[in-house]
């Protein structure tokens, strides 16, 4: 494989970012140096061939299976920097969650990133984009990505975003990464968005009204609903989470359970207000109350897209991958 040098590029609008011009206030805003692992991923992708990136595999099926011919790489691992004090943590896009989860663990932390079994990456979870069942309370998975390195078609590193909320600007690269599984740029470093990790967390089940109990509760973490039974998740301090436990027994969701249900494999996307309309006689379903997302356990016919958006896609693929080497057989809209 002909070698590529992988040199580092960072995204258009972000070299005047932050607006100083001190040597001091350049430093401050200037990323790290390139760890060597990511130049040696950035060496593997090469710039020519299809290549596929593997996590954890846990989500593989996401979007379709890439096709066989392509080279399988991995992402470089490992948690590189937690920084409390800045609520952001940097990690090589192969870490996995849980390693990621438990370094944050120590600092009393923790990354809205769903873990969807054994083995998870960062980088996988971050490509697939499906957001952690609690987004009604903690907001959608593309949040959480501050900053991203990854490497392009053309086997370049290139920098997307900042590492601190108030110094992103220029193109929002990492909110187009996220749910690209792979098909625009293959990520190998993110900087992410962390949270205080909640004193107490609560899951209670009951028969009443899911969309009630969701406009009576204050900021609920997730409201889920089968057609019959509701379930909710409250989170925060104590003596708050004590209060709205009490609201929602008031509305028939007061029994103490171990968690969420069992969701079922398939999912597909509703406005939130089309909810309603699901029944409890049809293919069984875990609904997000408030979000849109239906957990389904028959596969669901893919969507059309509106033809101007059809049109972005393929123009955003054109311009970023026009070669279609990155994670080939995988799309996007099909999931």
């Known amino acids: 494989m002909r070698r590529h040098p992988g040199p580092v590029r960072r995204c258009p609008g972000e070299a005047a970012r932050g607006g100083g011009v001190g040597v001091g206030h350049d430093r401050a805003l200037a990323p790290p140096p390139v760890a060597s692992p990511l130049l040696r991923f950035a060496d593997e992708v090469g710039d020519f061939g299809p290549v596929t ?7 593989w099926s ?12 991995r992402a470089p691992a490992g948690v590189l920097a937690v920084e409390p004090a800045e609520m952001t943590v940097r990690a090589f896009a192969g870490t996995t969650v849980a390693e990621l989860a ?30 952690d069942l609690r987004r009604l309370g903690r907001g959608p998975l593309r949040e959480v990505l501050l900053q991203v390195r990854y490497v392009s078609a053309e086997g370049v590193v290139i920098t997307g975003g900042g590492p601190t909320v108030k110094n992103v600007t220029g193109f929002d690269l990492c909110r187009l990464l996220v749910g690209s599984l792979g098909t625009l740029g293959l990520m190998g470093e993110v900087i992410l968005r962390t949270r205080p990790a909640p004193a107490v967390c609560r899951w209670l089940a009951g028969d009443g009204d899911p969309f009630a109990l969701r406009d009576a509760l204050f900021r609920p973490a997730a409201v889920l609903w089968d057609g019959s039974r509701t379930w909710c998740c409250l989170e925060g301090y104590g003596v708050d989470v004590e209060a709205q436990a009490a609201v929602a027994a008031r509305l028939g969701v007061g029994e103490e359970v ?6 079922p494999p398939y999912r597909r996307s509703l406005r939130p207000r089309e909810l309603r309309e699901l029944r409890s006689e049809g293919p069984s379903f875990v609904a997000e109350v408030g979000v849109g997302t239906v957990h389904m356990a028959e596969p669901v016919d893919p969507t059309s897209l509106d033809p101007v958006v059809s049109g972005l896609h393929a ?6 991958d026009p070669s279609g080497r990155l994670n080939p057989g995988r799309d996007p809209a099909a999931r």
Request: proline share 13%; glycine share 18%; no cysteine.
């Open 53 to 59: 990136v593997a996590g954890g595999r846990t989500q």
């Open 62 to 73: 996401v979007g379709g299976e890439p096709l066989p011919t392509s080279r399988l790489l």
């Open 102 to 131: 438990a370094a944050l663990e120590d600092v009393g932390q923790e990354a809205n990133l769903p873990d969807p079994g054994p083995g998870a990456t960062v980088g996988g979870v971050l490509a697939v984009g499906h957001s």
């Open 258 to 263: 171990a968690g969420p249900p069992p969701r």
């Open 315 to 320: 123009s955003l693929k054109a311009a970023l």
